[in-house]
Each structure stands twice: as structure tokens, then as C-alpha cells.
């Protein structure tokens, strides 16, 4: 066990560990479930505005279920299951029954297409894809070939997969785990621009998302909290499904998309006590929200992305003064952050969360190694992980100042990394998909501003020879990348260039293309 510190020792009185072993769904679960089995965990509305609701209990017994039904299947513990679906019960019923299970949990964002998804099942090397009938079209018949490792792929809403789970029993033992042992497998771009890799996030990583949820969210078992990320994205798989499972509390889903009448609605009719969102959707709200449909909310929070200081002071205007959040993947919690009670400044990330060490190096956000919630690897990739630690520090890319009281604001981001409403993407990863485009010879990405989502993707393009530029051509290179990639990661400007700034070396200059930009 690394040395936690006071703070959390203090945090692991929570957390349930049997001889230096443990399960994480057993402090999301059991112990809630037997104190309070009718108490409700889960509340999912649709499009379509009906409500699903699950008990502790309730939840506690699918998620056994599951279990089952992947030791019924032949799958081995230890097995890197990715599931790929909507923001359904069944997502948090996998996650949860793979983890108890003992093997490691990849949960996948539902916009992903064709490219997106094989290239995290092949860089996982998965074992099992867990699906619905909708997205499993995604999937391509010879996936096994191109992922080898891949030995099961259930399509959970079929008839006979369906009819499989629910005749499990539902009581399954947790498989005990060393607390170093990987529970999430959390796919993201990394802070270098290199195209996705596997975060491994291990199961003593709760103890920090707990105290966080704790501190930061103000989370307690009577707290109505919705947290709008899909499980996808790690704040989806630790704040919306891990960290207020262990603190007991009841968790609302939402999962139609964005309208702002609509999400103010739900906001109301569930009178929801912590809203945890990204700054875009707060801006997006704010020709619509009035002060009054706010009564209900005692901490707003914020994730993914700068809190501008228009968003702040709009919603501190209406009595809410929005708590900013900084983390990343690789961190497994929050690490810098404000939080209720403490004074807030405008344009600042926050402070140090107690019990964690973070200063400056090279200009940028840097952490003193270990805490309870740190990576314990890069899947495949031992010297990518090195490469965050120098000179006994784990570094960041996010460039930033700290203050004499030990606030810190943010700058700028080193790299090239795109931001775009509060995701983080990878401008390798979109060019090598323009470059499958029968028109495109060459293709850079960069970020520029946008005032709703931080940053939109733009596109430098050399077409082929005899290929003439057009707004037709234009649009089908957006709807090319949206079908063979993401829907969320597409160009939402192209220009049209003779050539792209390069090295010597041949590699092309992003930087350039930024200037470019800002010149403008």
C-alpha cells in the first residue's frame, strides 16, 4: 500500500478492505445494501420521459447476475471486457458485474464509429466486447481477426443473451484484488497528441474518489446528484458511477441529448442537490436558466475544460458559486480543485486537494507521486508511463501559474491536443481518418477558440491532384470522419491549402497552423 497521509487513512474507514484486498463494487454495493437496501442508487430517465429506478439491493443483485453470466461464459477472471453502450442501466450493470467479477472494466462512448472503437479494441486487447443491437452494427464481422485477443462479443438486448443473464443467480462473492490491481480501463488521447492508449486505473483509486466526491461534491447519502458525463469518458466511469456509489447517495441519469428546457426541466422535477457538468453545457444553459430553477441545487461543479470567469460570475449572479474541478485520465481523481467553504478566485482551478503535493516544473501543473488514486500503468506501453515521471514528479502538459496562497490558474495547454466541449481528442487520430478520404493528400488538425465549446476542430487540407476544392467536397469530408469515427470529433472548419507547414524531417507543424489561426 503507498503512504497515503492522514487524509487518507482517514478516507479508508469507508472503504471496505479484507487483508490488503479488496473490490471496489463491495463499497459501492454491499454495504449500502445491507444498511439500507430500499434506499435508491439509480434513477434513469429516457427520451422518451420514463423512469427506471434500482435499489442498492436491486442494483447489487443485476450486478451479481452479470457476474455470473461471465463466469457462465467461460470468461477468466482477469479479462479486459469493454463495453461499448448508451447511458442504459446495463452500462452501469456491466461495469459494475465485470469489476466484481475480478476481471477489468473498458467502458467505451457511444458515439465512437467503425475506426474509433476497433482501434481501442485492438490497442486493449480486448477479450470481450459487451454491446446492444444497435451498435453492435458497428462492430464488423471479422472483428476477431483484426483483434485476435477478442473471444466473446454479447449483445445484451438480444432475446438469448437477455434470457442468459436473467436466469443467474444473484448473489456472486467479489474477487478479491490486490489494491493495485487495474478495475478500469479508461481509454483517452494522451497529454502528447499520440493516439488513444489504456489508463489503468486501480481499485485503490476509490479511496481518493470517495474523499473527493466527499469534499469537492458535497456528496452524502442524501444528496440527489447528476453527473452529465457518459461512463465513457472517466469522469462518466468515476463520478457517475464509482464515487457516489460508495458515498450512498442517489445517482439521476438523463439520457436524451442536450436541450436546454429539457435539462433544466429534469434539474427540477428531480430536484437535484449537486449538478457535476462541463463548462460548455453551463454556458449553453444560460440563455434559458433563471434563478428560481436553481432553488433545489447546493453545489454546481465543473470538469473538463476552463471555467471562464463569464460562466462564474452569470451563475454567481443567481446565488451559485460553481466549484472547478482539475484532473486528468491519468490522475484517477480530482488532485486540484475548489470546493465549498473555500474562498474562490476569479479564473482559478482551485488548490491542492489535502493530502496531495502540486506545484510547477517547466512552466506546467506538476504532482508529487504517489497518491491513492495514480495510473498504475499505461496498457502496453511501460515507457509511455515513464514518460510522465521526471525528476520525481509526475508531469502535466497543462501549463500554469500558482499564487502566494497556493491557487493555481491555467494558461494554455502544451502539445497539441484538441479540447472540444470539455473532451479531449487527438489530432492524429482525425488526420489518419482524413487521410482515408479518396480526395486527401496530406491533413493537420488543430484546435481553435469557440465560445460555447472552448475549442472546435479545424482541418488543413492538400487535396489530391485534380481534385478541385468545394463547400460539396467540404461536407463530405465532415460526414466521412463523423461516420468513420465520432460523431463529437469531426472538422467544423476545412481550408483548402497547397502545402503544410513542415520540419526538415517532414513532421508538419501544428504550431504554425495555430498561428495562422490567431492571426486571424
Not at 87 to 106: D, N, Q
Not at 120 to 137: C, D, I, W, Y
Not at 321 to 346: C, F, R, S
Not at 404 to 414: C, I, N, Q
Request: aromatic letters at 10%; a positive charge; glycine letters at 8%.
Amino acid at each position: 500500500m503507498v503512504n497515503m497521509g492522514d487524509v487518507w487513512r482517514v478516507a479508508w474507514n469507508d472503504i471496505v478492505v479484507h487483508k490488503g484486498r479488496m473490490n471496489v463494487t463491495e463499497s459501492c454495493l454491499d454495504r449500502h445494501a445491507r444498511q439500507r437496501p430500499g434506499s435508491i442508487a439509480l434513477v434513469f430517465e429516457g427520451e422518451d420521459g420514463k423512469e427506471k429506478k434500482y435499489t442498492y439491493q436491486k442494483l447489487l443483485s443485476e450486478t451479481n447476475r452479470f457476474a455470473n453470466f461471465l463466469k457462465k461464459s467461460g470468461v477468466p477472471e482477469g479479462s479486459r471486457v469493454f463495453i461499448f453502450l448508451p447511458k442504459v442501466p446495463e452500462i452501469f450493470i456491466s461495469m459494475l458485474g465485470t469489476i466484481r467479477h475480478g476481471s477489468i472494466a473498458a467502458p467505451l462512448f457511444e458515439a465512437l464509429q467503425h475506426d474509433g472503437l476497433m482501434l481501442r479494441l485492438k490497442n486493449g486487447e480486448a477479450n470481450v466486447l459487451v454491446t446492444n443491437k444497435e451498435l453492435s452494427e458497428r462492430v464488423p464481422a471479422d472483428a476477431r481477426k483484426t483483434v485476435p485477443s477478442l473471444k466473446h462479443v454479447f449483445v445484451i438486448d438480444e432475446p438469448g443473451c437477455r434470457k442468459k443473464i436473467r436466469k443467474q443467480k444473484a448473489v456472486f462473492a467479489p474477487a478479491m484484488k490486490k489494491l493495485s490491481d487495474t478495475a478500469l480501463l479508461i481509454f483517452t488521447s494522451s497529454t502528447a497528441g499520440t493516439p488513444v492508449e489504456g489508463v489503468q486505473v486501480p481499485h485503490q483509486a476509490l479511496v481518493q474518489q470517495h474523499a473527493t466526491a466527499k469534499l469537492v461534491l458535497g456528496l452524502d447519502g442524501s444528496s440527489r446528484y447528476w453527473c452529465t458525463a457518459h461512463p465513457g469518458w472517466v469522469t462518466g466511469s468515476v463520478y457517475g458511477v464509482l464515487a457516489p456509489l460508495s458515498i450512498g447517495c442517489t445517482n439521476f441519469v438523463y439520457t436524451a441529448h442536450f436541450e436546454a428546457k429539457k435539462w433544466i426541466g429534469f434539474l427540477q422535477k428531480n430536484r437535484i442537490t449537486v449538478l457535476y457538468t462541463a463548462p460548455t453545457a453551463l454556458r449553453m444553459l444560460k440563455p434559458e436558466i433563471k434563478k428560481q430553477e436553481l432553488r433545489y441545487l447546493k453545489n454546481v461543479c465543473s470538469v473538463g475544460e476552463a471555467l471562464t470567469t463569464a460562466v462564474f460570475d452569470f451563475y454567481k449572479s443567481l446565488g451559485i458559486e460553481i466549484n472547478d474541478t482539475y484532473w486528468q485520465t491519468e490522475t484517477g481523481a480530482m488532485v486540484i480543485a475548489t470546493w465549498p467553504g473555500l474562498k474562490k478566485k476569479h479564473g482559478c482551478l482551485g488548490k491542492a486537494i489535502p493530502g496531495m503535493t502540486a506545484g510547477i516544473k517547466d512552466g506546467a501543473i506538476a504532482l508529487k507521486p504517489p497518491w491513492p488514486s495514480m495510473m498504475t500503468g499505461v496498457y502496453r506501453h511501460k515507457e509511455m508511463y515513464k514518460e510522465y515521471f521526471r525528476g520525481g514528479w509526475f508531469r502535466t502538459s497543462d501549463m500554469a501559474r500558482v499564487d502566494k496562497d497556493g491557487y493555481f490558474f491555467f494558461e494554455g495547454r502544451g502539445g497539441d491536443m484538441i479540447k472540444t466541449s470539455g473532451e479531449r481528442v487527438s489530432p492524429i487520430e482525425i488526420e489518419s481518418v482524413l487521410m482515408r478520404h479518396k480526395a486527401v493528400k496530406e491533413a493537420a488538425v488543430v484546435g481553435v477558440p469557440d465560445k460555447v465549446k472552448g475549442e472546435v476542430i479545424k482541418a488543413f487540407i492538400v487535396l489530391n491532384r485534380g481534385v478541385a476544392p468545394s463547400e460539396a467536397l467540404k461536407q463530405e469530408i465532415e460526414g466521412f470522419v463523423k461516420q468513420n469515427y465520432a460523431g463529437y470529433s469531426y472538422p467544423k472548419f476545412i481550408d483548402f491549402i497547397d502545402a503544410l507547414p513542415k520540419t526538415h524531417s517532414g513532421k508538419i507543424i501544428r504550431m504554425e497552423l495555430r498561428k495562422r489561426e490567431a492571426g486571424k
